[in-house]
């Protein structure tokens, strides 16, 4: 599946500047982590599972990833897109757990982008760019904060991926300090 059929997809089903938004970012995070972990061979893969993880949410938000894995497969989508996209809704709406490290990654920092940027929001620069860790921590505590964020699902993905919660905070801040002005640039574009 090409960059182009998948954004093709996904706006078919979502139209909402947010949701578009947050999909553009956690396939850049998602690039960013497939290069840092040692799969840069497959960044492609990893940016489009990041894409269309949310596919179904903005029509369908009762069946997230449920939908998802019917309109991916009723559109010939490859079965370990299917899969990947549909884990990161392990536990909350659907039985598929996350395997590969790619899934685990998704559903670890997908959550997490969405409290990074919340973070981002309330700063003075409205960037991650000069965001620190310890920031983005004691937001993290502060559960009246990006209270749609689930922490525990956040938590549950560091436990996943065998990494302590400051370790998957601060890779994935630097994914999104690193991917910020592409995410910019194709937000502004929409």
């Given at each position: 599946?090409?960059?182009?059929?998948?954004?093709?997809?996904?706006?078919?089903?979502?139209?909402?500047?947010?949701?578009?938004?947050?999909?553009?970012?956690?396939?850049?995070v998602?690039r960013?982590?497939?290069?840092e972990?040692?799969?840069?061979?497959?960044?492609?893969?990893?940016?489009?599972?990041?894409?269309l993880?949310?596919?179904?949410?903005?029509?369908?938000?009762?069946?997230?990833?449920?939908?998802?894995?019917?309109?991916?497969r009723?559109?010939?989508?490859?079965?370990?897109?299917?899969?990947?996209?549909c884990?990161?809704?392990?536990?909350?709406?659907?039985?598929?757990?996350?395997?590969?490290?790619?899934?685990?990654?998704?559903?670890?920092?997908?959550?997490?982008?969405?409290?990074?940027?919340?973070?981002?929001?309330?700063?003075?620069?409205?960037?991650?760019?000069?965001?620190?860790?310890?920031?983005?921590?004691?937001?993290?505590?502060?559960?009246?904060?990006?209270?749609?964020?689930?922490?525990?699902?956040?938590?549950?993905?560091a436990?996943?991926?065998?990494?302590d919660?400051?370790?998957?905070?601060?890779r994935t801040?630097?994914?999104?300090?690193?991917?910020?002005?592409?995410?910019?640039?194709?937000v502004?574009?929409l």
């Amino acid at each position: 599946m090409t960059r182009d059929e998948a954004w093709a997809l996904l706006t078919e089903y979502n139209k909402d500047h947010f949701h578009l938004q947050h999909a553009i970012t956690v396939e850049a995070v998602m690039r960013w982590y497939a290069n840092e972990l040692g799969f840069a061979d497959e960044a492609d893969k990893w940016a489009i599972v990041g894409l269309l993880h949310d596919l179904d949410f903005e029509m369908y938000p009762e069946e997230h990833c449920i939908k998802e894995e019917q309109i991916m497969r009723d559109r010939g989508v490859p079965e370990d897109i299917i899969h990947a996209t549909c884990s990161h809704g392990y536990g909350i709406t659907v039985d598929i757990q996350p395997e590969h490290l790619m899934e685990k990654v998704l559903f670890a920092a997908d959550e997490l982008t969405g409290l990074i940027g919340a973070c981002a929001l309330v700063r003075p620069s409205k960037s991650v760019s000069d965001m620190e860790l310890k920031s983005l921590k004691k937001k993290y505590k502060s559960p009246a904060f990006a209270a749609g964020c689930s922490r525990e699902v956040i938590q549950r993905g560091a436990d996943m991926l065998g990494w302590d919660l400051s370790e998957l905070m601060d890779r994935t801040l630097q994914a999104m300090k690193a991917t910020e002005a592409e995410i910019a640039e194709q937000v502004a574009a929409l």
